[in-house]
């Protein structure tokens, strides 16, 4: 809770418009809803509000855990893994953007400032899908994010040509499938920290990812840390956390959050 919402409660349980057991369970650690505990506490701690993965729930939960989140303030409450499927059913239910290629909702938006930069690269156009959902969630956040898309070592002249772009960003995301060779060259390039994200796409070889993983994590490049399988959404909060650290100058040019 923010201090001017802590203080307008207080002010209430003084003026009498709310009873202390009702501030009390406001002020609580967790709401719990009977199918999950909601951490309201979470953007305090962490500085971004609890992130709801939409796979495994239904509509219904997914709905009745942004609404708790509604009710205590929260705003650009991410989703991820949301099927089109459940989405339909949410529509109207409450506010929220929807991306169907990241399969990424953010409920409740507000526009704020972009800041920083963080470029997301992928190495074919078939790994967009979790591109996006790194970029999305970046942007959701509050960092600027910059797309380098279908820029793999195929064809190593496309990423050349965004050296420029490469070299300004504070943190980079270079997502691929295959061999899952692009991050290995992107870390050759740049002296900020590369997140690896591999994808299952590939032949049968490629074993659903695990050959990419394992090229990532036996990288030659320093500088490289690497996340889960198809996890674009925890490459893009990492590289929101290390865009935000402080002491590393980037310009802000004022540009806003858009909308998916």
């Given at each position: 809770m923010q201090n001017q919402q802590l203080l307008s409660l207080l002010s209430d349980v003084r003026s009498g418009v709310t009873t202390p057991e009702t501030a009390a369970q406001l002020l609580g650690s967790y709401e719990d809803l009977g199918y999950a505990k909601v951490d309201h506490q979470r953007k305090r701690r962490q500085g971004a509000a609890e992130v709801i993965f939409g796979q495994g729930k239904t509509a219904g939960q997914i709905?009745?855990?942004?609404c708790a989140m509604i009710r205590r303030g929260a705003?650009?409450?991410?989703?991820?893994?949301?099927?089109?499927e459940k989405e339909a059913l949410l529509r109207g239910r409450f506010p929220y953007s929807y991306s169907a290629q990241a399969?990424?909702?953010?409920a409740n938006p507000r526009e704020r400032a972009l800041t920083g930069s963080i470029a997301v690269v992928s190495a074919g156009t078939s790994d967009a899908a979790v591109c996006e959902e790194a970029a999305l969630t970046a942007e959701a956040l509050g960092s600027r994010v910059h797309r380098v898309y279908d820029a793999?070592?195929?064809?190593l002249h496309r990423l050349l040509g965004?050296?420029?772009?490469?070299?300004?960003?504070?943190c980079i995301v270079a997502?691929?499938?295959m061999e899952g060779a692009l991050p290995s060259v992107?870390?050759?390039?740049?002296s900020c920290p590369v997140i690896a994200v591999p994808t299952s796409v590939g032949y049968g070889a490629n074993l659903g990812g695990v050959a990419a993983l394992l090229a990532m994590l036996n990288s030659c490049a320093s500088g490289v840390s690497v996340v889960n399988i198809d996890n674009g959404f925890g490459a893009g909060f990492l590289a929101h956390r290390i865009n935000q650290m402080p002491g590393i100058e980037a310009p802000n040019n004022g540009q806003t959050q858009e909308n998916i």
């Open positions: 709905e009745g855990i942004v705003d650009n409450i991410i989703i991820t893994r949301l099927s089109q399969q990424l909702a953010v793999g070592v195929a064809g965004e050296l420029e772009t490469l070299e300004k960003a504070r997502v691929a499938g992107v870390g050759g390039l740049v």
